[in-house]
């Protein structure tokens, strides 16, 4: 097979084009502790809690771990039933091919990725909960990880990426349990925001970037670059909204490219983003709480979406994310 073409962008020249506008950037507003992010293209629409409380409504009466198509209220057993966990192929984590990108989707937008020599971590989410408490709220998993960080067969984790900080990707004892378990050695890369959340729970080796901002991974081939994403944040509701950037991942190899798209709706800049750094040879795009579309189209993909961005983003293989594993009220139905 011929090798593939790829695109040439160095951090000088994408430093350039950020500088000239030619690239897409957050809309930024305020300064120092008022700073806000937003998304800029026509496609956003931001939601407030007048829509949530609306949306919550609607969803009254149904169960609070989500239903599945012609049985709204499934059991545990009716999720399993749905949704089998295969079995963790350790054989080929232990030995992932060097020519290749290798990926073992764990749950929700959590892979493990192994490309080139390195293994990381994209959005790990092992809690039961995503909120910060887990004996009640937030929502509720239904399917368990595919493995446990505390597994011995784990592979040794080089870095982890982040998109946001919203519970469902940012899981505080995720990272609580990945820290005591690899040490300063192991280094996040999160979007522009969050590296104070993190010294704060004793993770030093943090990395922030804004979007199309580039980074190589000490001691490695690769190189990892911060990309748009069209979504929000917040961990605390109206307080720290838009207060941190969210984002998607692109990570780069000598011969193997990887993008990890977090949460987005879908917008123009996935064709940026394919022109700038594609093809991939695995992309990884979330498909999950898409409906009702008129609160959550501009934030999260559907299925017909995701197959837009996989060929304008030239990606050769894709992974779907965000489906099967974590559910609540406010989460639709999903088809067993």
């Known amino acids: 097979m011929a090798p593939v073409k790829r695109a040439a962008g160095t951090l000088k020249d994408t430093a350039e084009m950020i500088a000239a506008g030619a690239l897409s950037q957050p809309?930024?507003?305020?300064?120092?502790s008022s700073l806000r992010f937003g998304n800029p293209w026509p496609e956003w629409q931001e939601k407030g809690l007048p829509d949530l409380l609306k949306w919550a409504w609607a969803r009254r009466g149904n169960p609070s771990t989500g239903g599945l198509v012609n049985h709204p209220r499934p059991s545990p057993a009716d999720f399993a039933r749905a949704f089998p966990i295969a079995p963790a192929n350790y054989t080929a984590m232990a030995s992932p091919p060097g020519d290749a990108v290798q990926a073992t989707w764990l749950g929700h937008a959590s892979c493990l990725v192994q490309m080139e020599g390195m293994n990381f971590l994209t959005d790990p989410i092992f809690s039961q909960r995503c909120s910060p408490i887990q004996w009640m709220g937030g929502v509720k998993r239904v399917v368990q990880p595919a493995l446990q960080l505390d597994d011995?067969?784990?592979?040794h984790i080089h870095f982890v990426v982040i998109s946001h900080n919203h519970y469902d990707h940012l899981d505080y004892n995720s990272v609580m349990q990945l820290h005591k378990r690899f040490g300063k050695d192991l280094a996040w890369y999160v979007p522009l925001g969050l590296s104070e959340w993190f010294k704060g729970c004793g993770v030093q080796n943090v990395h922030e970037l804004g979007w199309w901002q580039e980074v190589q991974h000490p001691g490695s081939p690769l190189t990892l670059a911060c990309l748009p994403a069209q979504h929000w944040s917040s961990r605390k509701g109206n307080s720290d909204k838009h207060k941190s950037l969210w984002c998607g991942w692109a990570v780069m190899g000598a011969a193997q490219r990887f993008w990890f798209a977090g949460d987005t709706g879908y917008c123009g800049v996935f064709k940026e983003i394919g022109q700038r750094y594609g093809p991939f040879d695995l992309s990884a795009i979330p498909i999950?709480?898409?409906?009702?579309?008129?609160?959550?189209?501009?934030?999260?993909?559907?299925?017909?979406?995701?197959?837009?961005?996989?060929?304008?983003?030239?990606?050769?293989?894709c992974l779907q994310l965000r489906i099967c594993s974590i559910l609540s009220m406010l989460i639709p139905s999903i088809s067993g």
């Open 27 to 32: 809309r930024v507003t305020g300064s120092g």
């Open 152 to 155: 011995p067969k784990l592979p």
């Open 288 to 317: 999950g709480a898409y409906t009702p579309q008129w609160m959550l189209k501009a934030q999260h993909v559907n299925p017909t979406e995701a197959v837009q961005i996989h060929q304008v983003g030239k990606k050769s293989m």
